[in-house]
């Protein structure tokens, strides 16, 4: 495979001892994304601020992403916090 063009780890907020690594592997209108080792192809179209539509394996989700502190993000999905 070819270079990761990004890096990113993510935990869970009720899983505090929970820790995945996201990494971009292709950029362009359809990116192509690992997580822990496991590949997905995603899309996503922004709807405001926060609400964004992000397509996962041919699944659309929506979601609602919201700064919280210290340089992490709350992810929502269904009314539940997915991530911090």
């Known amino acids: ?5 990004a890096t ?17 592997l292709e ?8 997580v822990n080792g496991k590949i997905y192809e ?3 179209n922004m709807g405001g601020d926060s609400i964004h539509s992000i397509i996962i394996d041919h699944h659309s989700h929506g979601v609602q992403i919201s700064p919280s502190s210290n340089n992490s993000y709350t ?3 269904k009314g539940g916090a997915l991530s911090d």
């Open 1 to 5: 495979m070819g270079t990761t063009l």
């Open 8 to 24: 990113y780890y993510a935990k869970l907020l009720d899983m505090p001892d929970s820790e995945y690594k996201v990494e971009i």
């Open 27 to 34: 950029d362009g209108p359809i990116k192509k994304i690992a």
């Open 42 to 44: 995603v899309d996503y």
């Open 75 to 77: 992810i929502m999905n």
